[in-house]
């Protein structure tokens, strides 16, 4: 379902049509040209919920040569699918977001026209903009008490020379990060890394006592060790390495933000650099890192914010072309 709202159409497009013809002697063209415009705005889920990922999906009365949009603070890289018409977007919304209504501001530049006398009916090379209110639910997230923290020691306090490490691998991940890429490198739907059973959901908050919690901000799934882990999506290697909490580690670049990170590897089939396909082999999932046993647990961030995962998956997202 897209959540859907339609702005100059109908009755409020007719009004215009007709005010449009009565200033029509007293404005300058531009000005009739733009009031008649209409611009539509949709996103899915319908409800966009908080750690989730959404879809944003403009589409313009004329083509537009690029569109930017700004939402709960983040830059939104908007990509067409058809040529300068219909613009998309992934995006989410972090888990500590209050549920509400935001506004998406929204920047176009439309494509000049090519006579001089179209370029005058167009207005100021046609800028388009618009504020529109996306609104965000909140997510039910489930709270475990604790007994004890099921980690090996090395893992709870680690000596100075782990802590330097952990650090240069936390500036490593940083500067993996800034190698992404603005536009999409993903094309149609996401799929789960591998067909298995989700061991710990997204957003589970482990609660030890009043003043120690800790939020699993990925999705584990079950893997018995060598099972082949998959690409969600196609995308770029960030990161294919060794980290200390992480184990062997793959971090995909999908573009506009969003990158998904796989952990506990066995075995890594891929380099850093490389571009891989949708559902192309990754390598082989493991029990490296910080882990109490063999599994695959796989994080989804936009813009450094954490998502779910399986929130992605859902979405049916258009192909590029
Ligand atoms: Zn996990």
């Avoid at 930017?68 to 919304?93: M, N, Y």
Wanted: hydrophobic share 40%; aromatic share 6%.
């Amino acid at each position: 379902m897209l959540g859907k709202s339609i702005f100059g159409v109908g009755a409020r497009a007719r009004l215009s049509i007709v005010l449009g013809l009565l200033m029509v002697a007293i404005l300058p063209p531009a000005a009739v040209a733009k009031s008649a415009r209409a611009i539509k705005v949709e996103w899915q889920p319908a409800k966009p919920l908080t750690g989730a990922a959404c879809l944003l999906k403009v589409t313009a009365p004329a083509r537009l040569e690029e569109l930017h949009g700004k939402w709960l603070d983040h830059e939104i890289q908007f990509d067409s699918i058809d040529g300068g018409r219909t613009w998309v977007a992934l995006a989410g919304v972090s888990l500590a977001t209050k549920p509400g209504k935001y506004p998406l501001d929204l920047d176009g530049k439309e494509v000049p026209a090519p006579s001089q006398k179209a370029r005058q009916r167009q207005g100021t090379q046609g800028d388009l903009t618009l504020s529109k209110k996306v609104p965000v639910f909140a997510l039910k997230r489930k709270v475990i008490q604790e007994k004890q923290l099921e980690v090996e020691k090395k893992y709870v306090a680690p000596d100075p020379e782990t802590l330097k490490r952990v650090a240069q691998e936390k500036e490593m991940k940083t500067e993996a990060y800034s190698k992404s890429s603005p536009r999409a490198l993903w094309s149609g739907a996401f799929a789960r890394p591998l067909d298995s059973v989700v061991t710990e959901a997204f957003g589970v908050r482990r609660v030890f006592n009043a003043d120690l919690h800790r939020d699993h901000l990925g999705v584990d799934f079950r893997a018995t060790p060598g099972t082949p882990v998959l690409a969600a999506n196609s995308g770029t290697v960030l990161l294919a390495r060794e980290l200390f909490y992480e184990g062997n580690c793959v971090i995909l670049d999908h573009g506009q933000g969003l990158v998904t990170i796989y952990m506990h590897f066995s075995k890594l089939a891929v380099k850093e650099g490389d571009h891989v396909e949708h559902l192309q082999k990754l390598g082989e999932s493991g029990a490296t890192g910080r882990v109490t046993g063999p599994h695959l647990h796989v994080s989804l961030q936009w813009k450094g914010v954490p998502l779910d995962l399986l929130s992605l998956t859902v979405l049916k997202l258009p192909e590029f072309q």
